[in-house]
């Protein structure tokens, strides 16, 4: 069974940068790809960005590219979220997830089997 800590939020202003971090325990071995996923009130969960196990490969959606950077530390089991130039739309709860199966890269929520519990960034204007 694999646990995602999930924290970093808060609230900053528009323009402003903010670091989430993703810490995983029990077989976080077993985790393929770290996803990061947001979900802002009265909207479906949208995928923002994930990373494979080595780092190597990463993914973006479209709206975070350039702004967003993906990172892991593997010694510490940890993945980060680097938001730079946070927008008010970037406002949402930021869940980051675990992949466990090797078959590639995924936006897809349901292909993650573990989730943290969230932590919420809000940007003001």
């Known amino acids: 069974q694999v646990q995602l800590q999930a924290s970093g939020g808060g609230l900053v202003q528009a323009g402003d940068s903010l670091s989430l971090s993703c810490a995983a325990s029990?077989?976080?071995?077993?985790?393929?790809?770290i996803g990061w996923f947001r979900q802002a009130p009265g909207k479906e969960r949208e995928f923002v960005t994930t990373i494979n196990r080595n780092g190597a490969m990463t993914y973006y959606a479209d709206s975070v590219k350039g702004r967003f950077t993906i990172s892991r530390d593997n010694a510490k089991n940890t993945v980060y979220l680097q938001m730079n130039s946070l927008k008010p739309e970037d406002t949402a709860v930021y869940y980051c997830?675990?992949?466990?199966?090797?078959?590639?890269?995924?936006?897809?929520?349901?292909?993650?089997?573990?989730w943290g519990q969230g932590t919420q960034v809000t940007v003001s204007s």
């Open positions: 997830a675990a992949k466990i199966f090797a078959n590639g890269m995924d936006t897809r929520s349901s292909t993650y089997n573990n």
């Open positions: 029990g077989r976080a071995s077993s985790i393929n790809y």
